[in-house]
């Protein structure tokens, strides 16, 4: 028997199950990430001096702790994977699988690019002896890019799936197939826009 609405719109809210799903789901993040902004904004307007003293040096601006050309880097990364993650849509709404496989492919590759970077950034922190517990500014940093990269990884989890043994429902059902890449996608541009917000709160502000 097969459940109601998992493509068709129900009547009540005009969207299928899965989209009524996802929204519900990313109101609840926006609540989650809403509240560390504004935990963000509360310390830094308390804060004596930003972004402060930390491994035994003292910064005047956020442009001397981060590196602004990394995280630059990895803000055109984020934005070409949203833009390979509507073309793997595209492709299925087009009913051309190859293509889907291509650009989901590239999807995770980018956000495995993006993990690594960042990798790499936060690694350099910590051979400088910058820390979390080194002051209010990295105990934010750490915070909001953290649980984004868990949201990246995440997101890597769910398109791997369906790029690998998930793909197998196109053969079955192809239009609840691209639904749910669909909805994959909407949460995928969520994480995006989540950095392009903390890029320049983080790194610029």
């Known amino acids: ?7 068709e719109e129900r009547p009540d809210t005009g ?17 989650l990430f809403g509240g560390l902004f504004s935990a963000y904004i509360f310390l830094r307007i308390g804060a ?10 003292t910064f005047a601006t956020s442009f001397e702790v981060l590196n602004v050309p990394i995280g630059t880097f990895n803000t055109f990364v984020l ?27 590239l999807t995770i590759l980018l956000a495995l690019a993006f993990l690594v970077v960042k990798g790499f950034e936060y690694g350099g922190k910590f051979s400088a002896g910058m820390f979390p517990s080194e002051s209010t500014f990295l ?3 750490f915070t909001l890019t953290g ?6 990884i995440g997101g890597i989890v769910v398109n791997a799936y369906f790029w690998g043994p998930g793909a197998k429902m196109w053969e079955t059902d192809p239009d609840r197939f691209t639904n749910r890449i ?16 903390l890029f320049p709160t983080i790194y610029l502000l």
């Open 15 to 31: 969207l299928n199950n899965a989209k009524l799903g996802i929204w519900l789901f990313l109101a609840s993040e926006v609540m």
């Open 139 to 141: 105990a934010i940093y």
């Open 1 to 7: 028997m097969d459940i109601p609405y998992t493509v």
């Open 182 to 197: 669909e909805i994959a996608g909407l949460y995928w541009h969520f994480v995006d826009l989540v950095w392009i917000f």
């Open 48 to 57: 004596p001096e930003w972004p402060g003293t930390m491994a035994g040096q």
């Open 147 to 152: 649980l984004h990269g868990l949201h990246v």
């Open 79 to 105: 934005i070409a994977s949203s833009v390979t993650m509507v073309m793997s849509w595209a492709s299925l709404m087009m009913k051309d699988f190859k293509k889907y496989k291509l650009y989901m492919g």
